[in-house]
């Protein structure tokens, strides 16, 4: 049974930092390019970042690229999401992604190309 838990969010202040996890499970983690997706209050969800198999190729979400950095370790099977300069925008609940097939350039916006989704973690940031 694949396992993608999210873990790092909370409530913080506008300009402040938070650094997601996922922890994942039950998958050969570097056979699969991964995701950050975000449903903000009112929103669709909207893809945030991704990161290739090997770390090679990454992408963001015009609306955080220079704030957030999306990273992994395919040794502990983590995928991270640090976030700064955070504003109340930001506040959604945020969840990862993992896909098998495609190139490593592939970051898709439907929910229906990925194989594999967390529970999601809710950050919060106030003004």
């Known amino acids: 049974q694949v396992l993608l838990v999210e873990s790092g969010g909370g409530a913080v202040e506008a300009g402040g930092s938070l650094r997601l996890s996922c922890a994942a499970s039950?998958?050969?983690?570097?056979?699969?390019?991964l995701g950050w997706f975000r449903r903000r209050p009112g929103k669709l969800r909207e893809v945030v970042s991704c990161?290739?198999?090997?770390?090679?190729?990454?992408m963001y979400n015009d609306n955080v690229k220079g704030r957030f950095a999306i990273s992994r370790d395919n040794n502990k099977n983590e995928l991270y999401l640090e976030m700064n300069s955070l504003n109340v925008d930001d506040t959604a609940v945020y969840y990862c992604?993992?896909?098998?097939?495609?190139?490593?350039?592939?970051?898709?916006?439907?929910?229906?190309?990925?194989?594999?989704w967390g529970q999601g973690t809710l950050v919060i940031v106030s003004s």
């Open positions: 992604a993992a896909v098998k097939r495609g190139s490593d350039t592939t970051c898709s916006s439907s929910d229906r190309a990925w194989d594999h």
């Open positions: 039950g998958l050969r983690f570097d056979q699969y390019n």
């Open positions: 990161i290739s198999r090997a770390s090679g190729f990454s």
